[in-house]
């Protein structure tokens, strides 16, 4: 059975509540999965995944969580070549920086050189009933990458 590893962030829980989405969905289809709060892991854990997901929030004006910061760096010098990878996250539209981490980790995937299996979605503060389709779709179609 194919792994998924998800690592997110989340402060006040829109993050957290949108990697539960994902995690279910994936289960849904028959994965394994492991879902994991950023501090509690280093980015070498995404070398026993097949599917390698990061669900991140952003925080002043377009930066990284300084609590997924270290994961960030340590993931850029891994080699994930033949892994599969997806990013989600939250952020909120009110600001010049939508969801720039959500771009910023897609980087960081290229830079490690894992294998994009579904387009990043971006939601808006608290997931609603059209972001959790979204999300199921992108549940889906990494699957299917596995
Ligand atoms: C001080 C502050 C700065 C923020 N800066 C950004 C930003 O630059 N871009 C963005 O998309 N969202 C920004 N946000 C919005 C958060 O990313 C958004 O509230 C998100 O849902 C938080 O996720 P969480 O509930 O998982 O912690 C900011 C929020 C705060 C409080």
Avoid: H, R
């Amino acid at each position: 059975m194919a792994l998924a590893k998800i690592v997110y962030a989340s402060l006040t829980g829109n993050t957290e509540e949108i990697a539960d989405i994902v995690a279910e969905a994936l289960e849904n289809l028959d994965l394994e999965v492991e879902q994991e709060e950023c501090t509690q892991v280093d980015a070498e854990d995404f070398l026993d995944a097949d599917i390698c997901i990061v669900a991140t929030y952003t925080y002043d004006d377009g930066e990284l969580p300084d609590d997924i910061v270290d994961f960030y760096e340590e993931l850029q010098e891994l080699d994930l070549s033949g892994k599969i990878f997806g990013v989600v996250g939250s952020g909120d539209t009110f600001y010049e920086f939508f969801c720039k981490s959500v771009d910023d980790f897609e980087a960081a995937f290229v830079k490690a050189g894992a294998t994009k299996g579904a387009d990043c979605v971006k939601v808006d503060l608290a997931a609603e009933e059209e972001d959790i389709v979204k999300l199921e779709a992108f549940a889906k179609t990494i699957a299917s990458k596995a």
